[in-house]
């Protein structure tokens, strides 16, 4: 499957964004779908997951209350609203894809899509 991210920019503290994750190639609907972060200098970081059928979510401790993720699977896209947006938020936010577990960690993911960067000033 090929993952394709979007929506990235330049925001305020307090704001808001979407990102978008949309799919090619393979069935959608059969992957566990998650987006990640990096910062500059860290390491890449779980942000929040969603289950093939949508029915479970997961979110990082740092985002929780704050981000909702959810798919369409007949758009073959997955989406991270991002609300109440902080500068520690500030990271290139990836999109991954996982056939047979919920990808909660880097080691568990099996498609990457190329970065969007997500930049919040104070």
């Known amino acids: 499957v090929q993952l394709q991210a979007s929506g990235g920019g330049l925001v305020q503290a307090g704001g808001s964004l979407r990102l978008s994750c949309a799919a090619s190639?393979?069935?959608?609907?059969?992957?566990?779908m998650a987006w990640f972060r990096q910062a500059p200098g860290k390491e890449r970081e779980f942000v929040a997951a969603?289950?093939?059928?949508?029915?479970?979510?997961y979110y990082a401790d740092s985002v929780k209350g704050r981000f909702t993720i959810s798919r369409d699977n007949a758009k073959s896209t997955v989406y991270v609203q991002m609300n109440s947006l902080k500068p520690e938020d500030t990271a290139v936010y990836y999109c991954?894809?996982?056939?047979?577990?919920?990808?909660?960690?880097?080691?568990?993911?099996?498609?990457w899509g190329q970065g969007t960067q997500v930049t919040v000033s104070s």
């Open positions: 969603i289950s093939w059928g949508g029915g479970s979510t």
């Open positions: 991954a894809a996982a056939h047979y577990r919920v990808p909660r960690g880097i080691d568990l993911v099996d498609y």
């Open positions: 190639g393979r069935t959608f609907g059969i992957y566990n």
